[in-house]
């Protein structure tokens, strides 16, 4: 499955770049954050739950950089495992100002699922990942963004 889009963060780019590519800050925006640990600079682990219709599941995850290009691309490999299911994902983020201050975020995941969250199928799991991607920038936005006064 893949998933992509644009998104504006009213900060700047060297900010929103800082933020994002620090596990401990980006996963606090992760939906269902069980835990999270920093192996090493390279990679992480978060423990996630999910729900799915009628499939809830625990996942342990490694994340992975696999490129970071400061301040303005990073890619990102990440795949574990729940009883009875697997996910691996591949996503990418290209940051640039966008003249006002703020920045424009382009994006996109390919997502591999397989086992019981598979079986569900895309009519069930993609508006989970709708909302999900829409409370991770809402969360993004509320820690970065300052007021207007």
Same mark, same amino acid.
Request: glycine share 8%; proline share 5%; charged share 25%.
């Given at each position: #499955?893949?998933?992509?889009?644009?998104?504006?963060?009213?900060?700047?780019?060297?900010t929103?770049?800082?933020?994002?590519? =620090?596990?401990?800050?980006? /996963?606090?925006?992760?939906?269902?954050?069980?835990?999270?640990?920093?192996?090493? =600079?390279?990679?992480?682990? #978060?423990?996630?739950?999910?729900?799915?219709?009628?499939?809830r599941?625990?996942?342990?995850?490694?994340c992975?950089?696999?490129e970071?290009?400061?301040?303005?691309?990073?890619?990102?490999?990440? /795949?574990?495992?729940?009883?009875?299911?697997?996910?691996? #994902?591949?996503?990418?983020?290209?940051?640039?100002? =966008?003249?006002?201050?703020?920045?424009?975020?382009?994006?996109?995941?390919?997502?591999r699922i397989?086992?019981?969250?598979?079986g569900?199928? /895309?009519?069930?799991?993609?508006?989970v990942?709708d909302? #999900?991607?829409?409370?991770?920038?809402?969360?993004?936005?509320?820690?970065?963004?300052?007021?207007?006064?």
């Amino acid at each position: #499955m893949e998933f992509k889009g644009q998104e504006k963060i009213g900060a700047p780019q060297a900010t929103v770049w800082a933020y994002v590519t =620090d596990a401990n800050k980006i /996963s606090e925006c992760a939906p269902g954050l069980q835990s999270v640990e920093v192996i090493d =600079d390279e990679r992480f682990r #978060m423990v996630v739950r999910v729900g799915v219709g009628p499939v809830r599941s625990e996942f342990d995850l490694t994340c992975t950089w696999v490129e970071r290009n400061e301040p303005s691309r990073a890619r990102i490999n990440a /795949s574990g495992q729940a009883p009875g299911s697997a996910v691996s #994902m591949d996503a990418t983020m290209d940051l640039a100002p =966008d003249g006002d201050g703020a920045t424009v975020m382009d994006w996109a995941a390919e997502a591999r699922i397989s086992g019981k969250l598979a079986g569900l199928g /895309s009519r069930l799991i993609n508006p989970v990942a709708d909302r #999900m991607t829409k409370q991770v920038f809402e969360c993004i936005r509320t820690n970065l963004e300052q007021p207007a006064s």
